[in-house]
């Protein structure tokens, strides 16, 4: 597979054996920036390609967590799958997979196997709540990591503050991310010394160390601790304007003064329950309960343009639709089109990061299920009699 040699991870050959969001989501960032992956999926396909509008066998959620991959299909219950994969492994820099734990085990493909085929190989295992311990054996999706590790209780919701849920995979999305990290730094690591690496990431550790700076913070201190403030989900929530929402954030005493001066209200920064972060942060309900009569005098437009004589950080809170024809979206060139062929023009986020100020497009679009098995085989070697064998067996699927 022809691959722009100037992205920092070119030449870098990921398998991917993971699905849904947060192993997929990993490889598809390291896509982005050069490697080569190759995604492992059973007969019946990654679920993701099932979430979301659908074309076919690909969905939009699918295209975002598997753009610019190439998809085999094995069937691991056979011999001759594990066969396949076996070769693979031996050919590869990175194996990412997601499975429950003692899966890969079970499959025959336990550490000492993985390390003995490829002892260059990094590989990362993700899990739900770790490699053993009392929850290992549980169904994990984003919604049961959220209310273990507190992410749910730190998102209040009206009425009656109930802890509430995040509308997004964020616990998923949030292990891809540190997942991409560790692999990089473990690639690293092997460049220096020549030794693969076994990287165990979990889920829940994910969410608990992403956590813990703010919204854990009156968990923090051990000994002779501090008076515990109350939880910054009580202020934390937007503000109601005559046409919309607006959000604010005051850190710092004189931003907290330019937000009263832009609603025209200086006199609530010179009370005393509000005139400092700490006083604020021991009034948080009294302080919402001034704010948001004054919000929602003004129509958003007016609020963000006082808003913006006096330097106040303030954001008016876009609905989806909008958040495409932002302008500084707009500007970042944040949001990129990209040709999918027979499925028409997709509009993807692109990956964050630039390298020497260039942004890096979509490594190319996702693939139909199996798509690449055929040619995987061919650039391992196999003959096209033994491909056909394994077809007509049922161990290479698409």
């Not at 160390?209 to 002779?224: K, R, S, V």
């Not at 006199?267 to 009569?293: G, K, Q, W």
Request: aromatic content about 6%.
């Amino acid at each position: 597979m022809s691959q722009n040699s100037s992205l920092p991870l070119s030449g870098i050959r990921i398998l991917d054996l993971s699905a849904v969001y947060s192993g997929p989501m990993a490889a598809a960032l390291l896509a982005d920036q050069g490697a080569e992956v190759i995604k492992v999926e059973n007969p019946g396909g990654d679920i993701a390609r099932r979430i979301g509008p659908t074309k076919g066998d690909i969905s939009a959620t699918f295209v975002a967590m598997n753009r610019g991959k190439r998809s085999i299909v094995l069937d691991l219950k056979q011999d001759a799958g594990k066969a396949v994969l076996r070769d693979l492994i031996a050919r590869c820099d990175v194996l990412m997979e997601n499975f429950r734990p003692g899966v890969m085990t079970k499959l025959g493909f336990d550490r000492d196997t993985l390390m003995a085929l490829n002892p260059r190989m990094v590989y990362l295992s993700i899990t739900g709540f770790g490699q053993d311990g009392p929850y290992t054996e549980a169904r994990v999706y984003d919604a049961i990591i959220q209310a273990a590790s507190g992410m749910c209780a730190s998102h209040l919701e009206k009425p009656g503050l109930e802890p509430g849920l995040v509308a997004t995979t964020i616990c998923d999305k949030l292990t891809s991310m540190t997942a991409a990290q560790a692999v990089t730094t473990a690639l690293l690591a092997r460049e220096r010394d020549g030794r693969g690496r076994v990287v165990e990431l979990s889920m829940l550790d994910t969410a608990l160390a992403f956590n813990w700076p703010d919204a854990m913070y009156n968990h923090m201190w051990l000994d002779d601790a501090p008076a515990r403030m109350p939880e910054p989900g009580l202020t934390l929530r937007p503000y109601k304007t005559q046409d919309g929402y607006v959000t604010i954030m005051t850190p710092q005493q004189d931003e907290f003064n330019a937000v009263c001066k832009g609603l025209n209200a200086t006199h609530v920064s010179e009370d005393p329950r509000f005139s400092t972060l700490p006083a604020r942060a021991r009034h948080p309900v009294e302080l919402r309960a001034t704010f948001e009569p004054l919000f929602a005098q003004f129509k958003t437009a007016e609020l963000l343009e006082n808003m913006k004589r006096f330097d106040a950080p303030v954001a008016k809170v876009n609905l989806k639709p909008e958040v495409i024809t932002d302008p500084q979206v707009v500007h970042n060139q944040a949001l990129v089109e990209m040709d999918h062929g027979e499925l028409g023009r997709i509009r993807l986020a692109r990956a964050a990061a630039k390298f020497d100020a260039q942004p890096l497009a979509p490594a190319g679009p996702a693939p139909h299920l199996g798509e690449h098995g055929e040619q995987v085989l061919l650039e391992l070697g196999y003959e096209a009699s033994r491909i056909e064998a394994l077809r007509q067996s049922g161990a290479l699927g698409g």
